[in-house]
């Protein structure tokens, strides 16, 4: 009896002494969707130079967190002075959402005054910018939307795809304002200059290969530039899409739910999952988001090279993965040590405000 009474006992009084620890106050959360196989010393996802450079060395148990290969959680990681966290979220919407929602709830961080990077490649729109170039977005725009195939569409439709609420690609207003909540997603638009004047001069890393290979969009010329960093939105959606009139698609879907006021750079598939995440934690007092920063770097093109098809296009290896990886890196790092490094600043007054 006085066995299962003192069983009982730890059973109840450990997970309370667990729970009583004092969260770890976090700085930064570096967030990032993928790794190839491991976090170190291999091929590099977009963990792997955070994780090497950062000195993230520590792991920590994340049962939240997405499932790796062997059916098993991917671990969080963090610096020895427990003041820096890095997230691999899985890819995807879904995965993005749920990851981020775990994490914001976790009991063992204090999030409070974090800042969130939110890091990682994409494919990047021709007309704006080139492989290997960095986006610091202002908007994340959703994909909610109605379609048709566009072969049973109006012949003046540019496409099958248009707004909930609407008849018509391209409306001149948006009518249901409920989708604007999932659609649409304004960061803090003071912080995010601030990091791009951080950044703007940095010179990125270039390849000779990468560089040949731009040069065959000879009809947008600022894809055949040398990486840049630019102000630039991103566009996150569960369709992995391709080509010419899906890069319109996406242009016109940008401007749309902006107001005129975005530009359409990258395409990924989960940044609206974060953001929708991360205004659920922050009206709970768990996250602030306005501490939020998306970076994207151009890993391919949106759209086919002239005289390709984009069924080959989109099935083509990415040519600059590698170099949009050390991009993030470079350019997400610039920011994060300034951060980070000015803590008795930043804790309390975000830069640009």
Not at 11 to 35: G, M, N, S, Y
Not at 119 to 126: L, R
Not at 340 to 353: F, L, Y
């Amino acid at each position: 009896m006085r066995l299962l009474r003192a069983t009982v006992f730890l059973a109840l009084f450990v997970p309370f002494v667990a729970h009583a620890q004092k969260p770890w106050p976090i700085r930064a959360v570096i967030v990032v969707t993928f790794e190839i196989g491991n976090d170190t010393g291999d091929a590099p996802g977009e963990f792997q130079f955070w994780v090497e450079r950062e000195h993230l060395d520590q792991t920590i148990a994340f049962p939240g967190g997405p499932a790796g290969p062997d059916g098993t959680a991917h671990p969080l990681r963090t610096n020895k002075d427990h003041t820096i966290l890095g997230m691999v979220s899985g890819t995807t919407l879904v995965n993005a959402t749920a990851s981020m929602m775990a994490l914001g709830l976790d009991p063992r961080f204090d999030l409070t005054h974090a800042y969130f990077l939110i890091n990682g490649i994409a494919g990047i729109d021709p007309h704006i910018a080139s492989i290997g170039s960095a986006a610091w977005a202002r908007y994340v725009i959703g994909d909610v939307a109605r379609e048709i195939d566009p072969r049973e569409a109006p012949k003046d439709w540019p496409y099958g795809i248009f707004p909930t609420g609407a008849k018509r690609p391209n409306p001149p207003t948006l009518e249901d304002a409920v989708w604007h909540r999932s659609n649409l997603f304004t960061l803090n638009q003071s912080l995010v200059q601030w990091a791009y004047d951080q950044t703007r001069s940095l010179e990125l890393p270039d390849d000779p290969t990468v560089a040949a290979f731009r040069a065959q969009y000879t009809q947008t010329p600022a894809a055949q530039r040398p990486p840049f960093v630019l102000l630039g939105d991103t566009f996150a959606s569960d369709y992995y899409w391709h080509g010419t009139i899906m890069t319109k698609y996406a242009e016109d879907w940008v401007r749309l739910w902006t107001s005129g006021r975005g530009v359409f750079a990258t395409t990924e598939m989960e940044d609206s999952g974060f953001l929708n995440a991360i205004e659920r934690l922050d009206d709970m007092h768990r996250v602030d988001r306005n501490r939020v920063l998306v970076l994207r770097t151009g890993s391919n093109y949106s759209m086919e090279r002239p005289g390709h098809d984009a069924v080959e296009s989109v099935s083509a290896p990415y040519i600059g993965k590698n170099l949009a990886l050390e991009s993030a890196y470079l350019v997400g790092s610039t920011v994060l040590h300034n951060l980070v490094n000015n803590w008795a600043t930043t804790r309390d007054h975000i830069p640009g405000d």
